[in-house]
């Protein structure tokens, strides 16, 4: 049990020295991740498209 609360211990102390990041670029960080998402699914969705219709063409 003392190994349990040392190792909590330890880790709010390493909690206190993580520099967060602003609420500004939490947000600028999550729009890119939004914004790569959608240009990520509609390249694969037009891919896929594209194939589809290519092995419709062949069988």
């Known amino acids: 049990m003392k ?3 040392q190792f909590c211990r ?3 102390g390493e909690l206190g020295k ?3 990041p602003s609420r500004n670029e939490a947000v600028a960080s999550v ?3 939004i914004v ?3 240009v990520a699914a509609l390249i ?3 891919l896929d498209m594209l194939f589809t219709e ?3 063409l062949i069988f």
């Open 44 to 46: 694969l969705g037009l």
């Open 31 to 33: 729009q890119v991740v």
């Open 36 to 38: 790569s998402t959608i």
């Open 54 to 56: 290519a092995l419709r």
């Open 18 to 20: 993580v520099v967060w």
């Open 3 to 5: 190994k349990i609360v």
């Open 10 to 12: 330890e880790c709010m």
